[in-house]
T-cell receptor, first 112, second 112 residues
Framework: DGGITQSPKYLFRKEGQNVTLSCEQNLNHDAMYWYRQDPGQGLRLIYYSQIVNDFQKGDIAEGYSVSREKKESFPLTVTSAQKNPTAFYLC???????????FGPGTRLTVL | SQQGEEDPQALSIQEGENATMNCSYKTSINNLQWYRQNSGRGLVHLILIRSNEREKHSGRLRVTLDTSKKSSSLLITASRAADTASYFCATDAAGANSKLTFGKGITLSVRP
């Protein structure tokens, strides 16, 4: 099955801890994206990568880090520097260019 | 930065009725896309309309784009209870390097 997966579905973190969210796609897409969604809000772009070994900051990159060592994988680390990390995190991929994006099922992160 | 603004914020209709949702944006675009999100899930791409197109159909969906007014509408005909979801417009702004900017979404409730 082709698709984009995120794990885990739910994640709990203590304050002061870093945590890494997984995103994997087997669609052979060049571009991958990380978004944050807060209740009743739209999606805000954290980081995006248009090609392996390259990524750019989105609108709210502070307190987050990413890597793109493989085409299939784009993990997001939420660091302790992120002041309000509790949110729903969505990963997406696209073939690149001005096309539609394919979304994973999301990871709900809760800071205790 | 929020490029797309949807209207209304919430819409409640009876099954079988049509649902019309609007989106306004601020800058020149390459294309505008509509997505659907069921509660707690990832987004699903519905339809993409390019800046040189005025109307597009896909099944029960009809999208229009008026670039002079910087607005788009999504019409769902003969709505079903299963159409209950949040709907987002997303703009691919000219020069934005394939990044999408999402609005805050419209919550559609279809009563059986």
């Amino acid at each position: 099955d082709g698709g984009i997966t995120q794990s885990p579905k739910y994640l709990f973190r203590k304050e002061g801890q870093n945590v890494t969210l997984s995103c994997e796609q087997n669609l052979n897409h060049d571009a991958m994206y990380w978004y944050r969604q807060d209740p009743g809000q739209g999606l805000r772009l954290i980081y995006y990568s248009q090609i392996v070994n390259d990524f750019q900051k989105g609108d709210i990159a502070e307190g987050y880090s990413v890597s793109r060592e493989k085409k299939e994988s784009f993990p997001l680390t939420v660091t302790s520097a992120q002041k309000n990390p509790t949110a729903f995190y969505l990963c997406a991929s696209s073939p690149g260019g001005s096309g539609s994006q394919y979304f994973g099922p999301g990871t709900r992160l809760t800071v205790l | 930065s929020q490029q797309g603004e949807e209207d209304p914020q919430a819409l409640s209709i009876q099954e079988g009725e049509n649902a019309t949702m609007n989106c306004s944006y601020k800058t020149s675009i390459n294309n505008l896309q509509w997505y659907r999100q069921n509660s707690g899930r990832g987004l699903v791409h519905l339809i993409l309309i390019r800046s040189n197109e005025r109307e597009k159909h896909s099944g029960r969906l009809r999208v229009t784009l008026d670039t002079s007014k910087k607005s788009s509408s999504l019409l769902i005909t003969a709505s079903r209870a299963a159409d209950t979801a949040s709907y987002f417009c997303a703009t691919d702004a000219a020069g934005a390097n394939s990044k999408l900017t999402f609005g805050k979404g419209i919550t559609l409730s279809v009563r059986p």
